[in-house]
């Protein structure tokens, strides 16, 4: 989208990208990167936004038998072992990436995001929470809720950490933290007010909710109308008060696209719907 600063347009099958990758469901991720990284590669400052589709349900397909001699060993279970091999096209291409970005001198000035959409539903799909046994055995623990249900993982790389101790963020953290937390690793000017989520580096309190207004915090979760403390030193009356954070949080995140409402606040800066 333009107003992500993505100029350039978009590229997908009819336009472009079939020259590079093949019309087989999934496509791979591996073949998009190869055909596509030369297009970018030698013309910084660059931002580019991949959608990659080979970890898509259903697991079982011709990438999962492709790489499952790799995960053959693991114990899983048949559709835990497809999904995961199926994803080992992405951990290919992002070899090929990081690899791409070494030889060219650039990977230290170069950085990657890597976060998912949502969880692996196929993998149980439309089964109750006490019935989801492929995730379960994903997991390592029995999901009951959507919060313990509907998570994934971020990574942010750069080649100039590679040498420094990894940082690991044990607070919960959301998908709406991630544009936070860029601004200010890039020093990028930003109102905090505009933004629903946190620089997850900060001292914020961390806060992680859904549509069905559950909730997690540092200090405890919020499922089923019910509170349940994570620690021994809750605040008088936090509960309540999460509680209508979270419902003016998902209120203000229906108004911005319901009523444009970027389109008031930044008139001034040309940016559309």
């Not at 030698?42 to 349900?57: L, Q």
């Not at 790489?67 to 291409?93: C, F, P």
């Not at 080649?159 to 860029?182: F, K």
């Amino acid at each position: 989208h333009n107003n992500l600063g993505f100029s350039n347009g978009f590229m997908g099958y009819g336009n472009s990208m079939e020259e590079y990758v093949q019309r087989k469901w999934p496509e791979s991720d591996l073949e998009m990167i190869e055909g596509t990284l030369d297009l970018y590669l030698e013309h910084e400052p660059f931002d580019v936004y991949y959608m990659t589709v080979s970890g898509h349900n259903p697991y079982s397909n011709w990438l999962s038998e492709k790489h499952i001699s790799r995960i053959q060993e693991t114990g899983h279970t048949k559709e835990v072992r497809n999904y995961l091999a199926a994803n080992m096209e992405l951990e290919d291409a992002m070899a090929y990436l990081i690899r791409k970005l070494e030889e060219a001198g650039i990977a230290d000035r170069t950085v990657i995001v890597l976060t998912a959409d949502h969880f692996p539903y196929g993998l149980d799909y439309n089964a109750a929470f006490d019935q989801t046994v492929n995730l379960a055995d994903l997991y390592g623990y029995q999901p009951a809720s959507y919060l313990e249900r509907d998570h994934n993982a971020l990574l942010i790389w750069s080649g100039c950490l590679e040498q420094m101790e990894h940082i690991e963020v044990t607070d919960p953290v959301s998908s709406l933290d991630i544009l936070p937390t860029l601004c200010n690793l890039f020093d990028v000017r930003w109102d905090s007010r505009l933004l629903p989520g946190r620089d997850v580096f900060s001292h914020k309190d961390p806060l992680v909710f859904t549509v069905n207004y559950e909730w997690k915090t540092d200090l405890g979760m919020y499922v089923n109308d019910t509170f349940y403390p994570l620690s021994e030193d809750i605040p008088e009356g936090y509960a309540d008060t999460v509680i209508a954070i979270v419902r003016n949080k998902i209120k203000y995140c229906s108004d911005v696209l319901q009523y444009g409402y970027f389109t008031h606040v930044m008139h001034d800066q040309s940016v559309t719907d």
